[in-house]
């Protein structure tokens, strides 16, 4: 075991953030048992194959992964256009849907904020995952993260809010 210079904090945030587009998603449509099962078993297929690589090359890895999130910022600025054109059946179907309640909580949207408000905030999700892969595929795997900042002034906030959202406990040794 050794030191990854921070690597794993932004790794393990983009995986939330992700992981917060398919509830998202599946909290908007209700995907079939065949397209559940097809998400899952190319889920064990891709990490599998992407294990294997990044095992040997990890640079590899995540320009593969930019490459991809760069197809999902092209996706989601496409939906957005065909949501924002009256002529779309897109448009017809979408454009008025309210966001889900866990995109409103996640994101902290208003709670007017329509669906496709949720899509332009995962369309700038998506781009700056592509930034940061694609820049740590131009690092040496041994290079500290350049975005620890970012992480530190997170958990300085977070730290913050827990303090001012926590409750008194009057009359204990802790007050």
Partial sequence: MKRDGGWIHTLLEEAENERMHLLVFMNMFSPGIVTRAAVIGMQYLIVAVLLSI?????QV???FVGYL???????YLSVIKQMEDPTTRVHKEWSELPAPEIAITYWKMPED???IDVIKQIAADEMHHRDVNHEFADL???DFNPHVHTHIHDADRAAKLRKATQPKHYGTANA
């Fill in 54 to 58: 990044y095992v040997v090359r990890p």
């Fill in 69 to 75: 999130e760069e197809t999902a910022v092209q996706t």
């Fill in 140 to 142: 040496n795997q041994h």
């Fill in 113 to 115: 904020a329509k669906f």
């Fill in 61 to 63: 890895v995540h320009r």
